[in-house]
């Protein structure tokens, strides 16, 4: 088993999107996917609107109604292998909370960023040699891509690395925000194959 955890502010719109996505595709893997907000609704579902796509992109309808949001504390950053924000201010809030998970967390598309510099062969060597179980391997293999940071070149604008917040605005703007995260999505579950698979 490893431990994947997404988080955004309302925990309503972005973070569970990611988060159904990369159950449906990484559940098989043995993968535990979670998400909160930064300043979390209590208990309320994904909007209307992160519902229709998280369907229209492939992901398991059951995941995405029963979603319900919750407040990101300090025990839901201890155990992931992999957090990972919507924005650059999620990921600051993160690491406040858990300044030792600063290895470990990232946005969603600097993470993408840093993994689409990061070869195969260095995914599957580090998570090699970090043994059999999951978790560890899935662990160095994030390790592998954190240390792409400040060897990848940077965004042209910062803001690059976030994926837009959809809430109370238009469609469009939903689609924007999940043209932004979808494919971003596909990196992590490419690094996390390639991180146990062959065990």
Do not use: K
Request: net charge negative; aromatic share 6%.
């Amino acid at each position: 088993m490893f431990e994947i955890l997404t988080v955004c502010t309302g925990n309503i719109c972005r973070s569970p999107l990611a988060e159904v996505l990369l159950r449906t595709r990484l559940e098989p893997l043995g993968a535990t996917v979670h998400s909160a907000g930064t300043q979390g609704l209590d208990n309320a579902p994904m909007t209307p609107e992160a519902l229709r796509l998280a369907v229209e992109l492939g992901a398991d309808e059951t995941f995405a109604r029963a979603h319900r949001s919750r407040y990101m504390t300090e025990q839901y950053l201890r155990s992931p292998d992999l957090i990972l924000a919507m924005s650059r201010e999620h990921r600051r809030r993160i690491v406040e909370f858990a300044p030792s998970r600063l290895r470990s967390t990232f946005t969603l598309r600097e993470f993408a960023r840093l993994a689409a510099d990061t070869p195969d062969d260095t995914i599957m060597t580090a998570a090699g040699a970090a043994g059999d179980e999951a978790s560890p391997r899935v662990r160095a293999a994030v390790a592998a891509v954190a240390g792409m940071r400040g060897m990848s070149a940077p965004p042209a604008d910062p803001a690059d690395d976030d994926v837009i917040d959809p809430y109370r605005r238009s469609w469009n703007t939903y689609q924007l925000s999940a043209s932004q995260l979808a494919p971003a999505i596909d990196q992590v579950v490419r690094v996390a194959t390639l991180a146990v698979a062959d065990r």
